[in-house]
């Protein structure tokens, strides 16, 4: 069956593996589900099912060459080639704060995005190109207006507009 060469195979090594592709690491800690789409329209990340599939579950998609999706507590993970160009859309899934982080496979931060507030309704994109990435925009209510265009942080000015638009003034 094969398995007669397996005890003769080195299963630990003492060297350290070498990546011949650079990585980013993505990840979001909150109430909220992300994903990302290449220039080619192929989708790595965690979905909503369509109404049309009556159920709550969401589901994940690996279609980005070289990507996969990490899940574990409120922690979710995409890791992808460093190389390409992406952009990456956030949805909010409860009420609180998130963050946002893209690292390099080493553990340097390329970007943090740091307690941001987020409603069930609250959209977010930003662009990833070649390991660089643009600000993020917030949509905080989820009518396709922009309300906030954010570097790491949100302004005093945008997080006293995110209150008002959640308690509807």
Do not use: W
């Not at 003769?8 to 090594?13: A, C, K, P, T």
């Not at 995005?113 to 917030?138: E, I, Q, R």
């Amino acid at each position: 069956l094969g398995f007669e060469n397996l005890y003769n195979e080195e299963l630990i090594s003492s060297t350290k593996p070498f990546l011949t592709d650079p990585q980013l690491v993505l990840s979001v800690h909150s109430p909220v589900i992300f994903s990302i789409k290449d220039a080619s329209g192929q989708e790595t990340g965690i979905f909503t099912p369509p109404a049309s599939a009556q159920t709550d579950f969401l589901y994940i998609k690996e279609e980005i060459d070289r990507s996969s999706v990490h899940y574990g507590g409120d922690g979710k993970y995409i890791v992808l080639p460093k190389s390409g160009n992406y952009t990456v859309s956030l949805k909010g899934t409860g009420s609180g704060t998130f963050d946002f982080i893209i690292e390099n496979m080493n553990g340097a931060v390329v970007k943090n995005f740091d307690n941001l507030p987020v409603a069930t309704t609250t959209l977010a994109t930003l662009t990833v190109n070649n390991g660089s990435t643009t600000d993020m925009k917030l949509d905080i209510d989820g009518d396709g207006t922009v309300d906030a265009t954010v570097k790491d942080k949100l302004s005093r000015k945008d997080a006293i507009l995110f209150c008002k638009k959640e308690i509807g003034l």
